[in-house]
């Protein structure tokens, strides 16, 4: 970084030691190692807030001094004064609500430099402009000034962020060499190749790209001499060959190919089996007109040149923004072997409704690029990176639907000029045109003839003839709207024997609108349109039609329905039948509706003039009710000892599903989810803290149970906030417990410690003492993932000695195996099988067949590791049909996998293979990480 260019004010740097400019260019004195490594970790997330809690876990690495707190505000303070602009009162790190923030001018950081220039030049690759794209990648690689943050400690966040800043420069490094191949240059790669795979010897592009070079600038012996070097390297350091496309490249070497020394192309890079997305909603039914539009759009995205680019659909809400993208996107789908993507952005949602942000929709779009749950990165910027790497090479069709602005929509551009991006928003977006190339397509009202083609589509040519005089006066009473002709079209054909005149008419009568729909055409205000549709609802349908704009979702089940109302099912069956035919709700599946957000907002406007404030608190009351009880009845059958902290007086009249058992309360689940946890956030929203709270700990076991650790993060630190507005310490304890289990799963060991820390902390306070020891058993569990069991075992001592005080049964028994477990781990098989035997009897005396399983599979690997193999398989064997009855998928599948072992190591291997394979698809289906770990083994055995 050159601290004399620019006028910034102070410019910080990362990208090597951690360094500070003044604006005269001077190097500031930073004070102490520890207020180096405190700036640093500001510096690591710009614009980030940072508790105390979290300054000192990052700078003691959960070994802080007492005086750790006091410390870090001294820190501070000193920092302050260092870093004090002149002429400038404000400080360069705030206290806030939650903590302390360092803020940053635009490109004062050199990291976000960086960023922003290895962005450009994508941009410019993007449009073919190589020259463009390498000047801002060397650019970009001029910052670096040696290893991120170096001098530092790697621990902690630093590490991850020393990580990922190494990752893109290694890429970025890799795409320069790419143009400056292209452009011919090869003679000058080859010395700065042979030190890049200095650095980093098995990453695979630079080998090939070197191989490339020499074999352009007429060197074949020595290009197939590196190809040897890394084979040899390869099966010496890893044991595996290089992958097939640098195989294929070594005999297009070995063949003397006269393309290779002419052609431009990068060696290709290692083919990964893909999944082609197929996400676009069905196609409208009966589209009409458009002709021009859809013309303009297949120019736009299917020109001659080979690249899409991005298009944006503008118009006014209900213009048919949607419709018209979706017709195109079905129409060419051919064009896009792929896939499709598609998100709706929620811009225009209902006034309770916040836009998605991208952060939230990239980490729903990655599973639909091949991305399992837990490779899913957890910092947003390695998220989005990773996006962009998935889609470079692919020629994909995304839509974002609903976008609020520009800066929504711009991460989500995927990295190639190959994919076609339509976004649809109401406003014009000149952002994304001005400094992202995309074309606008602006979607006026359709002519009179459309719209008049339209309304005959639906009513019928026969009808529409009898009264063209209606047909005219509905077509100007809409404003040729489409979505308004379509209620009106749907209403009149809903009455057959109604004469089209009566409902222009009604229309002609009818005043209002939906405000968030207000156009600067009176015409066209919605409000006229679904009055009348409400109007001649019975009372109860009208009241219903109200009442459901409450629910948190759009989709609502019949059982949700009867609550909210606080009838039975069978009562408010006619209500929602009425709806249906008016096409105020759709039934989408048996017993399943539907509400369009446009008609949930009129619905909230008349709830809001109509019922009563505490009318509407209690609807919402009954609803979270219904959530809250039906959850819980699901939670107990999938975890038999699952119970809630001093569980809420709910509704008398919530009407719930009826569950089978485990398996349906599963199934149940899985349709509700999205649902359930928009009731989380409803709770918090509408002031229902011990809802939230009570959610929290309801959700866990499902969560848990379906391997959705991202939802159960989130969840719980809903609850550890609302918790804490309650003064309730129990409640805040158990829900930074579970929000440890989440972040252990992700392998975030740091952050699942400091919950725990928290979580221990309260019950202390308390004197709990089975959360005592519950949180104790989940320290153990961290320090067994990070493969120390010695250090579990103190905290698995601690467990089973506060279960024993406080006749905790079940926590007794899972301290046993933990014990066990470990003991196992340390090769002290006598007492690993003791401690697991006595954790048998409890178990099976208090009825947890989880647990049971759980301490079935450690008494297998006891026996397994002191050789004892026929009673291992047994024992595994029990573990297994436990597991199934459970429908524990990954319980089974770690266990399928030490079975495996066993069976291995007496030399029967055709049925460990295949045990080992049965394994795999398991936890390949989940995104478990141990399975690319048995996919080498398997490999290993073919």
Known sequence: MDPAAGPLAMRYGVLGPVEVWSSAGERLALGPPMQVRLLAILLSQPDASWSIDQLVDELWQGRPPKTAAGNVKTYVWALRRVLRSPGVSDPAILADATGYRLVLDAQALDSLAFDDLTQRGYHALRQDLWSDALRAFEAALALWRGEPFAGLPGRGVLLSVRARLEQQRSSLLEEVADLHLRAGRHNELIEPLRTQIDGDPLRERPWGQLMVALARAGRRADALATYRQLHRQLSDEVGVEPGPDLQQLHTRILRSDRELSTSGARPPEKPTPRIVPRQLPAPPALFTGRTHELARLTTLLLGDSGRAGTVVVTGTGGVGKTWLALRWAHDSLHHFPDGQLHVDLGGFGTATQEAAPSTVVVRSLLPALGVKPLEIPAEPAAQFALYRSLTADRRLLVLLDNARDAEQVRPLLPGSARCGVIVTSRHTLPGLVAADGAHAVALDLPSTAEARQLLVSRLG????????????????????????????????????????????????????????????????????????????????????????????????????????????????????????????????????????????????????????????????????????????????????????????PLTADAAQPAFADHRSALAWFTIEQRVLLAAVDDAVAHGFDAHAVQFAQTLTPLLSRMSQWHDLGAVQAIAVAAARRRADPRAEALAHRDLALAHLQLRRYEAARHHLRNAMARYDQLGDRPGQASTHLYLAWVYDSEGNPRESLPHGRSALALSNSSDDRRGEAAALNTLGWSYARLDEHARAIDYCERALALQEEVEDRLGTAHTWDSLGFAYHRLGVHPTAVACYRRALLLYSDAEDQCGRAETLVRLGDAHQAVGDHDTSTELWREAWTILDRIGHPEAVELSERLAAYR
């Open 461 to 648: 040519a026969q009808r529409a003839a009898a009264q063209p005089a209606a047909v005219d006066e509905l077509i100007s009473r809409t404003a040729r709207l489409p979505l308004a002709l379509s209620i009106v079209a749907a209403r009149a054909a809903a009455r057959p024997t109604f004469p089209l005149q009566a409902i222009a008419d009604d229309l002609a009568v009818s005043r209002g609108g939906l405000a968030a729909l207000a156009t600067d055409d009176a015409a066209t205000d919605l409000r006229t349109v679904l009055s009348w549709s409400y109007r001649l609802l019975s009372a109860d349908a009208a009241w219903l039609f109200r009442q459901l704009s409450l629910h948190p979702a759009g989709d609502v089940s019949a059982a949700a329905a009867a609550s909210l109302a606080g009838s039975p099912a069978h009562l408010i069956r006619p209500a929602l039948d009425e709806l249906t035919r008016a096409n105020l709700l759709a039934e989408q599946s048996p017993n399943r509706f539907r509400c369009h957000d446009l008609l949930r907002a009129y619905g909230e406007e008349l709830t809001d003039a109509h019922d009563s404030a505490a009318d509407r608190r209690a609807v919402r009351k009954r609803v979270l009710d219904h959530y809250l009880c039906a959850a819980g009845a699901a939670a107990r059958l999938v975890d038999t000892g699952h119970q809630t902290i001093d569980p809420l």
